[in-house]
């Protein structure tokens, strides 16, 4: 069988970053706490922690005096930069420089809109740890959207100001920019600043592209990978023989049954070394296929 590791999965460039950071911060010795997990892959993040990286709550902040916490790519809001100093606290910034500039401009958003009386609209997750760095940027309510089915929670009689999470998917933000638009009593008062982040979104395309290409597909990232649940749909819509899997011990024999090519590919909280060893088991199950169809 052949098998291919697509060559653009894996760590996006905010990622890449925070992880070095954190190997950085690792090598000086001592335990360093990382608020939340440092990435969405639970493999990734087991195998920091057994370089000593501890992933704490917000609320055992308190007993982190005098400790280095570790601020990951996702951002956090203001809040917490506060509660750190007031507690001592030496913190390693790794938040992404476009989810920072991102922060700012929701910042821009509401100060343009709060004198006209507008709302500032985020495409994103609920709950998402950059949703909630972005939200709280400022006191004033942001207004979180998943999808069409959320669009009644915005006043269309009142100026809009609508921006996304950066791992969003494009396609479903020019959806919802034209709905918007649609909905609205003056379609000039909806202003649309697209946030989401190239290096993340020019993925989908190639990932279609790539899933076509195979028999079957593998596509490798953590369950709590927001920017994993879009991708996969992209390369399920592609060819509906994805298979999404966590690590390689997932792997179903049967899906490769007759196959005579395999794509590995993943999310940008995908590790490279984890996806080559997907690759690698779906080496040892191909020839076991083979003998058994024989």
């Given at each position: 069988?052949?098998i291919?590791?697509?060559?653009?999965?894996?760590?996006?460039?905010?990622?890449?970053r925070a992880?070095?950071?954190?190997e950085?911060?690792?090598?000086?010795?001592g335990?360093?706490?990382?608020?939340?997990?440092?990435?969405?892959?639970r493999?990734?993040?087991?195998?920091l922690?057994?370089?000593?990286?501890q992933?704490?709550?917000?609320?055992e902040?308190?007993?982190?005096?005098g400790c280095?916490?570790?601020?990951?790519?996702?951002?956090?809001?203001?809040?917490?930069y506060?509660?750190?100093?007031?507690?001592?606290?030496?913190?390693?910034?790794?938040?992404?420089?476009?989810?920072?500039?991102?922060?700012?401009?929701?910042?821009?958003?509401h100060?343009?809109?709060?004198?006209?009386?507008?709302?500032?609209v985020i495409?994103g997750?609920?709950?998402?740890?950059?949703?909630?760095?972005l939200?709280?940027?400022?006191?004033?309510?942001?207004?979180?959207?998943?999808?069409?089915q959320?669009l009644?929670?915005?006043?269309?009689?009142?100026?809009?100001?609508?921006?996304?999470?950066?791992?969003q998917?494009?396609?479903?933000?020019?959806?919802?920019?034209?709905?918007?638009?649609?909905?609205?009593?003056?379609?000039?008062q909806?202003?649309?600043?697209?946030?989401?982040?190239?290096?993340?979104?020019?993925?989908?395309?190639?990932?279609?592209?790539?899933?076509r290409?195979?028999d079957?597909v593998v596509?490798?990232?953590?369950?709590?990978?927001?920017?994993?649940?879009?991708?996969?749909?992209?390369?399920?819509?592609?060819?509906?023989?994805?298979?999404?899997?966590?690590?390689?011990?997932?792997?179903?024999?049967?899906?490769?049954?007759g196959a005579?090519?395999?794509g590995?590919?993943g999310?940008?909280?995908?590790p490279?070394?984890?996806?080559?060893?997907?690759?690698?088991?779906?080496g040892r199950?191909a020839?076991?296929?083979?003998?058994h169809k024989?």
């Amino acid at each position: 069988m052949r098998i291919e590791i697509d060559d653009k999965s894996g760590f996006c460039f905010g990622v890449v970053r925070a992880i070095t950071e954190a190997e950085k911060a690792l090598a000086e010795g001592g335990t360093v706490y990382s608020l939340g997990d440092i990435v969405h892959n639970r493999i990734e993040v087991q195998r920091l922690e057994r370089l000593g990286l501890q992933t704490v709550t917000h609320d055992e902040m308190p007993r982190l005096a005098g400790c280095r916490l570790f601020i990951r790519a996702h951002g956090e809001p203001p809040t917490t930069y506060a509660r750190a100093r007031e507690l001592g606290i030496d913190l390693i910034d790794a938040t992404c420089p476009v989810v920072a500039r991102l922060q700012t401009r929701v910042v821009r958003a509401h100060e343009l809109m709060r004198p006209v009386g507008g709302q500032v609209v985020i495409l994103g997750k609920r709950g998402h740890a950059e949703v909630v760095g972005l939200t709280g940027q400022v006191d004033a309510p942001t207004i979180v959207i998943e999808g069409p089915q959320d669009l009644d929670a915005i006043d269309f009689t009142r100026p809009v100001y609508f921006l996304s999470q950066t791992t969003q998917s494009i396609a479903l933000f020019e959806r919802l920019c034209d709905e918007m638009r649609r909905r609205a009593a003056d379609p000039a008062q909806v202003r649309i600043e697209d946030t989401i982040c190239r290096q993340v979104a020019n993925r989908e395309e190639h990932l279609a592209a790539f899933a076509r290409r195979f028999d079957v597909v593998v596509f490798v990232c953590g369950r709590k990978s927001s920017n994993g649940k879009v991708l996969f749909e992209v390369c399920r819509r592609a060819n509906a023989a994805t298979y999404n899997i966590e690590e390689a011990a997932e792997l179903e024999p049967q899906w490769f049954a007759g196959a005579a090519s395999a794509g590995i590919c993943g999310a940008t909280s995908t590790p490279k070394w984890l996806m080559q060893q997907v690759a690698d088991a779906v080496g040892r199950i191909a020839p076991q296929q083979q003998q058994h169809k024989a």
